[in-house]
């Protein structure tokens, strides 16, 4: 949903979504990180990662073979930060 360390706005990969709990945030002054579209029990559903400065938490496993240049934008990140 925005420029991060994985690509910028609109970077599409791939990975499955597997858990037995949720979150409860205390501050609402966290964006979200991403978007998840997937099926489950053959119906459609939405889930979101969240961003807080430079952390980005989700219940996702990315492949991140399913687009090469998350890696080499992290990577580039990476160095600039060095």
């Known amino acids: ?24 945030f205390i501050s609402r002054n966290i964006s979200p990180a991403f978007e998840v579209k997937g099926t ?22 990315v492949h991140f073979l399913s687009n090469p240049s998350i890696s080499e934008s992290m990577y580039k990140y990476a160095r600039s930060v060095k």
Do not use: C
């Open 40 to 61: 489950r029990n053959n119906s459609n559903w939405t889930s979101t990662g969240i961003s807080k400065n430079k952390i980005i938490a989700s219940y996702v496993h």
């Open 1 to 24: 949903t925005r420029n991060s360390f994985l690509g910028g706005k609109g970077t599409v990969l791939r990975g499955h979504e597997f858990h037995w709990s949720s979150a409860e």
